[in-house]
């Protein structure tokens, strides 16, 4: 049972645009989530987080919002960088249970 | 501060074989997540441990173990190795416990089952 949903295995996007990552989650009871991005080779690196308590969360060029109507969060690059091409993972937090992570999208971003 | 450390980085063995995976976490921080990355499965996580105690444990079947020192350093145990081991086997730490606290990764160890 996958309760952390990542649909879009990859994606692919012009450098200077926005890249738009998703990640669904099918557990209510889920107060906190995480994004994580992997470079080959290297360990994940936290990147930002929500609570569930809050709508939206912004770092620099890095924005996640969460819907949590729609069971839905998302991450926003703007303005993507070819730096930025990596594996990123979307987790999410249950107090006392563990981190559950997503199977990860591979973002491109083109020159 | 020095990053989380995994022992050895790559590692090759056969089936029926056992290995054990080190990994120290950063100074100071008191609980050490194990995680299972595979090709199409992303971060299948495999234990917690704090404070020398398990907290959590994920699906895996028990040849997969692992243990917790009083320095925090942990260790894991596969014995009877299975072709479908092969994986990147991954790290974490945190101050108290996973979750909400920011894991820090180390670089991973590369398990090769042949």
């Known amino acids: 049972d996958q309760q952390v949903k990542q649909n879009s295995p990859s994606l692919s996007v012009q450098e200077g645009r926005i890249s738009i990552l998703n990640c669904d989650y099918t557990?209510?009871?889920?107060?906190?989530f995480l994004w994580y991005k992997k470079y080959p080779a290297e360990g994940p690196t936290f990147l930002i987080s929500?609570?569930?308590?809050?709508d939206k969360n912004e770092d620099g060029r890095f924005t996640v919002f969460l819907n949590k109507s729609a069971k839905h969060l998302s991450l926003h690059i703007v303005p993507s960088q070819p730096g930025d091409s990596a594996v990123y993972f979307c987790?999410?937090?249950?107090?006392?249970?563990?981190?559950?992570f997503g199977k990860g999208t591979l973002l491109t971003v083109n020159p | 501060k020095a990053g989380v450390t995994q022992t050895p980085r790559y590692l090759i063995k056969t089936r029926g074989q056992q290995v054990t995976l080190s990994c120290s976490p950063i100074?100071?921080?008191?609980?050490v997540s194990w995680y299972q990355q595979t090709p199409g499965q992303g971060l299948q996580f495999l234990f917690e441990?704090?404070?020398?105690?398990?907290?959590n444990k994920g699906n895996f079947p028990g040849r997969f173990s692992g243990r917790q020192f009083s320095n925090s350093r942990s260790e894991m145990n596969v014995s009877t190795l299975e072709l479908g081991d092969s994986a990147l086997y991954l790290c974490?730490?945190?101050?108290?416990?996973?979750?909400?606290?920011?894991?820090?990764f180390g670089p991973g160890t590369r398990l090769t089952v042949l």
């Open positions: 974490a730490s945190s101050l108290v416990t996973s979750g909400n606290n920011e894991q820090f």
């Open positions: 441990y704090f404070s020398e105690t398990q907290r």
């Open positions: 987790a999410a937090f249950r107090s006392n249970y563990k981190l559950t």
């Open positions: 557990n209510s009871m889920f107060d906190y």
């Open positions: 929500i609570s569930s308590i809050k």
């Open positions: 100074s100071g921080h008191r609980s």
